[in-house]
């Protein structure tokens, strides 16, 4: 029927319309039509949006609860003062356990819409904010189902007559039993009466007409208990509607997640922001120590490791310092080196033992002229070079060579065993600084220089890069471009792989959002949460390029201005 | 039949004429939608002036009518009762003088009970 079609898209259009925000024509516009309530299990609530803050009133037995929460980022706002227009003048409302303003509010029990007005003062800022609530009210909602047809009406009175004494059978009600039992009894009683007297038959037939209809309505559903095992879950009465909210996903998709339950699953909401930004590219990368700041320890010679004076070699992770004894090699001396110093030691021993004896000589003679003083001091330098000699050949069989720490840092790597034979040129001990650590990626692209990078660790972690510089010679046929990590490096280890985004030259546009703002939707899309309303959130599918290390750019599927959910953006994508 | 095109149309007029809000009005003020009313704010001095129309901007006797208006003066809020005067005008007067166009809401209570509030940026 084109006039329904008309009137459906009328009413799309005026909700649409409604749910835009402030938006409102002055001419020829349609007041008073409040937004439908976003679901049937959903209490019915006014919200009110300002720069600054964001306001939901929910209206429940006698009660204004309130949730202030900051624009832009969904925060909490505690110690605010809420002054609420009542009609007996201002109420502030008072602060409550879980984060909301209460305020008992009796004149809001009457159904039908209500506007107020919240004056919000959070610190030195102030702002008027106007909410509209509408009560519903049960009867005229009961009414407006009955209404298609006379039929209908009827169908649908009977089903709700059928329905609300299931449900009350089901809450094992003993009214409705005490009504059935009097109404039987008044029957029996009644027909007597009428017996005795014949005087009343008018008086029969009501009452014949009220057991009937009680008896019928109470039959009508007897199969089902019959029928059915009963269950648990059908004793249990069934909540009031709008008595609890709880989050749901809506039938348009669109995910509602009431006040509390947002403060429960902590969301916190940013505004996009249109930017331009250098695009990055991804290169692996791996954490290696700072060329100079990091060194090894190695023997020169072959030899027998022994600990340091101290007695105890340095455990993997000691702090060392530049210069520090870390171990000793004592050189092995072989057999034929033995033999070779020992006759050496004889001549040697030999030769000292004749120059001795002369020299002797050379001092008793040199007094009385007889030699020449020259002879004697000829003698006693041959002497002392001999000693020398012997001194330097018993030395050597005992002197080790000591490997000392070249730089500061702490031990990385140790494989002194005592007593172990180091071989010459082996790698004893390694020693990093670990504040000082690099990160070397291989690009297959020539970066161009002075572009700061970034790096994300699998745990999520990101670390602040400075350019250090590109090698030519190819590797992999890639070349490595080096890294120094900036600020704290702590937990990070040398070898340890990582993820290294760094800029380009070409620039793009888009919007800049935290990595945790997008979730893989469950086809596989990429999807951000949009901040509709204040307890409305709306999955956007986005187009995600990498930006850094936190944070991804959003090229295409939202624009700026919009506020998204940056924190417990996953846990909003489990509401079902 | 009318009613559902006249509603087609007003609600496309309000989806594509978004932010035509806040008009000025007849008596100099800012115009702005309360409940089903439109209500002008004038605020000269200390004297808060507010006007009451329907929507066809016709104007609905005063009489019966009960506001509020709290306006934020130097970030503070300043509450000032309104009471009806002639025509369609309610009238009252603030502690302190107001800027020239102070942010705040109107909120009104009219003759039968119902609350109706506006807000002016």
């Given at each position: 029927m084109p006039i329904r079609l008309a009137a459906a898209f009328g009413a799309v259009a005026l909700l649409a319309a409604v749910l835009a925000g402030p938006v409102r024509a002055h001419e020829g516009h349609d007041h008073?039509?409040?937004?439908?309530?976003?679901?049937?299990t959903i209490a019915p609530r006014g919200e009110a949006l300002s720069d600054a803050f964001e306001l939901v009133a929910i209206p429940r037995d006698g009660t204004l609860t309130l949730f202030l929460d900051r624009f832009r980022s969904n925060e909490p706002v505690p110690g605010a003062t809420i002054e609420v227009e009542t009609p007996d003048g201002p109420k502030v409302a008072t602060a409550t356990a879980d984060g909301g303003y209460a305020l008992p509010a009796p004149?809001?029990?009457?159904p039908g819409r209500h506007e107020l007005v919240a004056t919000v003062t959070a610190g030195d800022a102030v702002d008027v904010l106007t909410l509209a609530v509408t009560v519903p009210d049960p009867k005229v909602s009961a009414a407006a189902t009955a209404k298609p047809a006379p039929a209908k009406a009827a169908l649908a009175r009977v089903s709700k007559v059928a329905h609300g004494v299931t449900d009350r059978l089901s809450a094992k009600d003993p009214t409705l039993v005490a009504a059935v039992a009097v109404a039987f009894l008044l029957g029996v009683l009644v027909t007597a009466l009428a017996r005795g007297r014949r005087a009343a038959p008018v008086l029969a037939v009501v009452a014949i007409g009220i057991t009937l209809v009680l008896g019928t309505a109470a039959f009508a559903h007897g199969d089902e208990d019959h029928g059915a095992p009963v269950q648990g879950a059908a004793l249990i009465e069934p909540r009031a509607p709008g008595s609890s909210d709880l989050a749901q996903r809506l039938p348009d998709g669109s995910v509602f997640v009431p006040k509390p339950t947002q403060r429960l699953l902590v969301l916190r909401t940013t505004m996009t922001e249109q930017g331009s930004f250098h695009r990055s590219v991804e290169l692996p990368g791996r954490i290696i120590p700072d060329p100079n700041a990091s060194g090894v320890v190695q023997s020169s010679v072959g030899g027998r490791l022994s600990p340091p004076p101290s007695g105890l070699f340095p455990r993997l992770g000691t702090k060392v310092r530049k210069g520090d004894v870390l171990a000793t090699v004592t050189p092995p001396v072989q057999a034929i080196d033995v033999s070779d110093m020992r006759q050496r030691q004889g001549e040697l021993d030999q030769q000292i033992a004749i120059v001795e004896r002369r020299v002797e000589r050379f001092k008793r003679l040199a007094i009385s002229g007889a030699v020449a003083r020259t002879q004697l001091d000829d003698a006693q330098a041959e002497l002392d070079g001999l000693h020398d000699r012997r001194a330097a050949l018993d030395k050597i069989r005992q002197q080790p060579e000591t490997l000392v720490s070249?730089?500061?840092?702490?031990?990385?790597?140790a494989t002194a065993v005592a007593g172990q034979m180091a071989a010459p040129g082996a790698m004893v001990f390694q020693i990093v600084d670990p504040n000082r650590l690099w990160v070397e990626a291989l690009s297959f692209d020539a970066l161009t220089a002075a572009q700061d990078a970034t790096a994300r660790l699998a745990d999520g972690r990101t670390l602040r890069l400075a350019y250090q510089g590109t090698g030519l010679a190819d590797r992999n046929q890639a070349i490595p471009v080096q890294f120094a990590v900036q600020g704290d490096a702590t937990g990070l280890r040398v070898g340890q792989f990582m993820t290294v985004l760094a800029g380009t030259d070409t620039e793009q546009s888009g919007l800049a959002l935290p990595r945790a703002a997008v979730v893989r939707a469950g086809n596989g899309q990429d999807v951000v949460y949009e901040?509709?309303?204040?307890e409305r959130f709306e999955a956007r599918p986005v187009r995600v390029e990498p930006l850094d290390g936190g944070r991804v750019l959003v090229a295409e599927g939202i624009g700026p201005g919009k506020r998204v959910v940056t924190q417990g953006a996953e846990l909003l994508d489990q509401v079902r | 039949m009318i009613l559902t095109r006249l509603t087609l149309v007003a609600g496309l007029l309000a989806a594509t004429t978004?932010?035509?809000?806040?008009t000025s009005g007849q008596h100099g003020g800012r115009v702005t939608d309360a409940g089903k009313f439109h209500v002008e704010l004038v605020a000269k001095g200390d004297t808060v002036d507010v006007f009451v129309s329907d929507e066809g901007q016709k104007p609905v006797p005063a009489a019966g009518f009960k506001g509020t208006a709290i306006l934020v003066v130097d970030g503070k809020p300043a509450r000032v009762s309104l009471e009806p005067a002639d025509g369609n005008r309610l009238t009252g007067k603030a502690a302190m003088a107001l800027g020239a166009s102070p942010k705040g809401a109107v909120q009104l209570t009219g003759p039968d009970g119902a609350t109706a509030s506006g807000k002016f940026n």
């Open positions: 008073g039509a409040a937004p439908p309530p976003v679901s049937k004149w809001l029990s009457k070249p730089v500061d840092g702490v031990v990385a790597q901040h509709t309303t204040a | 978004a932010y035509a809000h806040e």
